[in-house]
């Protein structure tokens, strides 16, 4: 019988094929998917970002343990969908516009999808119109803009205005993070979140999306 301790293990330590491999097993030996989940999988994210909390951890291990999630939950996540099983929520993700990083973006993507949020990751360079066009078409309870340069930084400040000019500011919360952004910017610019880092953003977002 599949070991979710097992599951567990190699998604915090980043075996990726152990992950995969255990995955398979359970869902070949009918496994509720959500069970995977819930008892596998956010707990071995979540252990990976308060170690990263403690310093336990730095980026290489949270987005080596985040891979394995992801490798891990590309399997389960077709059958879900047959079962209507509902997400924590609907995020949608980008780097703003002038601004081709994206690892920090593609970390906090994945922890994201470790935490329970179905994502929907816009890439690098994204201008305001097309997550406008984003939240019109997916309908998301939260979007994330991240920034590496503080050169790029007024672009989360113009997305947000764009958001309130489409009608569409009420519907969806917005949260902030990258290295130049602070908590102090996320309120003037009327964002509703700001994250330090990878890790918190999932607290963050679970507060958000609850309030």
Same mark, same amino acid.
């Given at each position: !019988? ?18 995969? +491999?255990?995955?398979? #097993? ?14 596998? !999988? ?20 949270? %987005?080596?343990?985040?891979?394995? !999630? ?28 002038? =601004? ?11 922890? %994201? ?23 019109? #078409? ?6 994330? !803009? ?15 205005? +764009? ?28 964002? =509703?979140?700001?994250? #330090? ?15």
């Amino acid at each position: !019988m599949a070991d979710l301790n097992k599951l567990y293990e190699a998604i915090l330590t980043g075996d990726q094929a152990t992950a995969v +491999a255990i995955t398979r #097993e359970a869902l070949e030996e009918k496994v509720d998917p959500q069970v995977l989940i819930n008892e596998a !999988m956010i707990p071995a994210m979540n252990e990976a970002g308060r170690r990263f909390e403690c310093e336990e951890y730095f980026v290489p291990e949270l %987005l080596i343990a985040a891979r394995a !999630m992801k490798s891990a939950l590309e399997l389960i996540r077709p059958l879900l969908s047959q079962t209507g099983a509902k997400p924590v929520g609907r995020v949608i993700i980008g780097t703003v516009k002038g =601004d081709l990083h994206d690892i920090g973006k593609n970390l906090v993507a994945s922890m %994201l999808e470790g935490g329970g949020f179905e994502v929907i990751d816009l890439g690098a360079d994204v201008p305001a119109e097309k997550f406008v066009q984003a939240v019109q #078409e997916k309908q998301p309870d939260l979007v994330c !803009m991240s920034a590496l340069l503080t050169v790029t930084m007024p672009a989360m400040k113009t997305t947000i205005e +764009a958001l309130k000019a489409a009608g569409l500011r009420d519907r969806v919360k917005v949260m902030v993070g990258g290295a130049p952004v602070t908590e102090d910017y996320a309120r003037q610019i009327g964002a =509703d979140g700001y994250a #330090e880092n990878a890790s918190r953003a999932v607290a963050a977002a679970r507060q958000l999306i609850a309030a």
